[in-house]
């Protein structure tokens, strides 16, 4: 498991001299002092990390790229990334997404991010809801993979570390800038876009 701390490149440097909140308090040393209780983000694969073989033609996982989606928001948050698994949603079983639901058990921070598949997330969801914890756990995923540049799984992540942040407890599924409760939720396959049951 790895925890996250934002390290910018020198040109993407911040001064920090100039990040003073009215009380005259450092945000770097603020992000520091909450650092006991980070996000748990748990990576499960999906379009979200899948790259381009060129040997192979195909859309295959190598590793995460979330440490560089973090990068890349400048994001000031104190996270843990764990890898728990990576596949494709499609391939999920029922023991998959019972192993989710127990990490997220296991958990010992009440914030938590799942990345994951489209194509099942949901299921995946409804599995994590039976467990009726006091914890803010959203899913969210990419239509596109994040290597291809116009993906939107970069806009994806930072909506949900925002609504992790604010959300009441409970299972949320965010995508493109909406969030739905686990029960009220389908993915529209024609339109590749998730939406409210009707």
């Excluded at 770097?28 to 499960?44: A, C, M, Q």
């Excluded at 930072?158 to 604010?166: E, F, I, N, R, S």
């Amino acid at each position: 498991m790895e925890r996250f701390s934002t390290q910018y490149p020198r040109k993407y440097q911040y001064d920090k001299t100039n990040l003073i909140d009215s009380l005259g308090h450092s945000a770097f040393n603020k992000r520091i002092k909450t650092s006991n209780n980070p996000i748990k983000i748990i990576v499960t694969g999906g379009t979200f990390d899948k790259e381009y073989d060129e040997l192979t033609g195909r859309l295959e996982f190598k590793h995460t790229h979330l440490p560089e989606i973090l990068r890349l928001g400048r994001s000031m948050l104190d996270v843990s990334i764990q890898t728990l698994m990576m596949i494709d949603s499609l391939q999920m079983t029922e023991s998959d997404r019972e192993q989710i639901k127990s990490e997220c058990i296991r958990c010992e921070t009440n914030q938590i991010i799942i990345t994951h598949g489209t194509d099942t997330m949901v299921e995946t969801a409804s599995v994590i809801a039976t467990a009726n914890l006091a914890k803010t756990i959203i899913i969210t995923g990419a239509m596109i993979p994040y290597p291809f540049g116009s993906s939107d799984g970069l806009f994806n992540m930072g909506c949900a570390l925002a609504l992790v942040q604010t959300l009441p407890n409970g299972v949320y599924i965010a995508m493109n800038g909406r969030h739905f409760l686990w029960n009220n939720v389908r993915k529209n396959r024609e339109l590749g876009v998730f939406e409210e049951r009707e």
